[in-house]
């Protein structure tokens, strides 16, 4: 068989995970031609894919050497697909380290391999050593050091990794958009949105910078700024077959939609259509026609907006309309600013579906409904970092818990709803028996405050028109604004805030007080302790 043939079949047994007729097909393909970096390149592979890093080592280093313009051959393998084990892959970086520990190439592409692996602190250490020597990639491990350190909560040091980055290679937009996001988690927002508009500036035509910019501009209040470039999102997902060819205009005062229907999108986050659907009625007052495309579980609940003549679940069956109007993109349409925020609509709920809720409920007490994590979206890029800092926990939740005279009821869903009780807890837990976010909001109808982390649970409160206790992050999200207990978006809304990363002793402590006053005001406060619930059986 001809070398080609070979390297061709050693590719093909690579991919299908048969490495060792891979290793073989390859070193069959390199015996006439010792020196073909490919068929080297492709036994290597196999032989770390087997897992005996230490005998693939010599390989890949070697060929590491002779491309020193390529990738290292250890980031390819963390490419090979199916994926590998991330412990098997991070074996064969040390031991390509251990025999070059000042192939800061290599050093890099590891820290990136543990950060795209959720293994921040151990990319910090891999990186520490790059950073101490100047050369060719130290602003690269500067930038890196800062992502790590962000992952970890570390905004300050964050902030400084990324000042350094952006001082060794200013033409680094990336260097300088991060700076930005890490700035306005601390608050300084002039300094955020200059490092942003520096970003935007070296690549005006990169969506993410443009993202970026917006968010910074939505948490500082200037939202007149931030709308339209908030508009990037769409360059960087997938939208549905509908296309947003005919996305729908802001508008001025006075501009009518008599006659035109508008499809209102579902773009990704359940908490983005329960908060912006608002807008919807604005729409029909305007003469407009309007459909609304949501996932099934918010089919009933956008039923019961005023002005939403039709709700549609499937795309293939999308009446013909005049423009496409996402939910996101409704501030933008109506030129929204803090002030000018629409009131929440009056959702007609069914009754039948409340009061058959309602029998279900404690019946002593003040009736509070937790949530204690949000919606995991592994799907997308740093996400699950967003949901690890969101997401309290139910055992933080303790404080709140110890409060006499509160009947407790689960409102979570999802994976995080399944994770152990703290002992002596009794809660009831409906859950396992909803259908959608009517049967949700239907409960909450029943309750007396909900107490979430911020998701959608938060907003479907609000909708409701109930009290809620939002416990936010210390990196909080754009729309609760910054240095705010109150939001704009829901007048029965109180904000805890974490006062330092990742610790939420002071904000459920804040909480717990709030919560006890209102369980006094109820006239439950000669209760000695909580009223005895039991967990429903699904």
Same mark, same amino acid.
């Given at each position: ?16 995970g048969a490495w060792h007729e891979a290793e073989t097909a390859a070193r069959a ?58 412990? *098997? ?8 380290? &251990? ?22 602190? +151990? ?12 050369? =060719? ?48 988690? +601390? ?14 500036? @070296? ?9 970026? &910019? ?6 500082? /209040? ?13 360059? *960087? ?16 005062? !006075? ?13 990704? !986050?359940?908490?983005?259509? @329960? ?15 309007? %459909?609304?495309?949501? #996932? ?8 019961? %907006? ?11 069956? @999308? ?11 409704? #501030? ?53 970092? $967003? ?11 303790? =404080?709140? $818990? ?11 869903? /999802? ?8 002992? !002596?807890?009794?809660? %009831?837990?409906?859950?396992? +028996? ?7 909001a239907a409960i909450i109808a029943g309750l007396d405050v909900v107490i979430s ?9 609000? @909708?409701? /028109?109930? =009290? ?14 910054? /240095? ?30 709030? $919560? ?14 909580? #009223? ?7």
């Amino acid at each position: 068989m001809a070398p080609s043939e070979l390297l061709a079949t050693a590719m093909r047994l690579l991919a299908s995970g048969a490495w060792h007729e891979a290793e073989t097909a390859a070193r069959a393909a390199m015996a006439d031609t010792a020196d073909d970096m490919a068929a080297s390149l492709l036994a290597g592979l196999a032989v770390a894919a087997m897992g005996e890093d230490a005998r693939a080592a010599p390989i890949l280093t070697h060929l590491a050497a002779a491309r020193p313009d390529a990738d290292h051959p250890c980031v390819e393998l963390a490419r090979l697909e199916p994926p590998l084990p991330r412990a *098997l892959v991070a074996r064969q970086f040390r031991a390509c380290l &251990r025999l070059a520990p000042d192939d800061d190439r290599l050093r890099l592409a590891f820290a990136d391999f543990l950060l795209d692996t959720d293994q921040a602190p +151990e990319a910090e250490v891999i990186l520490a050593e790059a950073i101490l020597v100047d050369g =060719p990639y130290t602003a690269a491990a500067r930038h890196l050091m800062g992502m790590a350190r962000t992952e970890q909560a570390a905004f300050p040091d964050a902030i400084d990794s990324f000042q350094s980055a952006v001082s060794l290679n200013p033409d680094a937009g990336a260097s300088w958009s991060n700076l930005g996001m890490v700035l306005k988690v +601390e608050g300084r927002f002039a300094d955020a949105v200059a490092a942003h508009e520096k970003a935007v500036t @070296l690549d005006p035509r990169n969506p993410q910078f443009r993202v970026n &910019r917006a968010v910074a501009l939505l948490q500082a /209040g200037q939202w007149e700024r931030a709308w339209q470039d908030y508009e990037a999102r769409f360059e *960087l997902t997938d939208m549905p077959a509908i296309g947003l060819l005919r996305l729908m205009p802001s508008l001025r005062p !006075g501009d009518s939609l008599a006659g035109l229907t508008i499809l209102a999108l579902h773009e990704d !986050g359940f908490g983005d259509t @329960l908060q912006f659907l608002r807008y919807l009625p604005l729409l029909a007052e305007r003469g407009a026609r309007v %459909v609304a495309y949501v #996932p099934l579980s918010l089919a009933r609940v956008m039923r019961g %907006v005023p002005g939403v003549a039709g709700v549609v679940t499937d795309a293939r069956h @999308l009446p013909a309309h005049d423009f496409v109007c996402p939910m996101f993109s409704l #501030p933008r349409i109506f030129g929204t600013t803090v002030l000018t925020i629409p009131p929440v609509p009056a959702a007609a709920m069914d009754p039948a579906l409340v009061r058959h809720w309602a029998g279900r409920l404690p019946h002593g007490g003040l009736r509070a409904g937790l949530v204690w994590a949000g919606q995991a979206r592994p799907s997308l890029a740093g996400f699950t970092t $967003l949901d690890r800092r969101r997401s309290a926990g139910l055992a933080a939740f303790q =404080p709140l $818990l110890d409060v006499a005279g509160v009947s407790f009821v689960s409102l979570q869903a /999802g994976t995080p709803a399944r994770q152990p009780w703290p002992r !002596g807890l009794e809660m %009831v837990d409906l859950m396992p +028996e909803v259908a959608d976010f009517a049967d949700t909001a239907a409960i909450i109808a029943g309750l007396d405050v909900v107490i979430s982390v911020d998701t959608s649970v938060v907003h479907l409160a609000g @909708l409701v /028109g109930k =009290p809620v206790f939002l416990l936010d992050r210390y990196d909080g999200c754009w729309r609760w604004l910054s /240095g705010r207990l109150d939001s704009p978006w829901y007048p029965g809304l109180t904000i805890f805030r974490q006062q330092q990363p990742d610790d939420w002793s002071g904000a459920m402590a804040k909480a717990a007080i709030s $919560l006890r006053a209102m369980a006094i005001s109820h006239g439950f406060s000669t209760m000695s302790g909580r #009223p005895r619930e039991h967990r429903s059986v699904a």
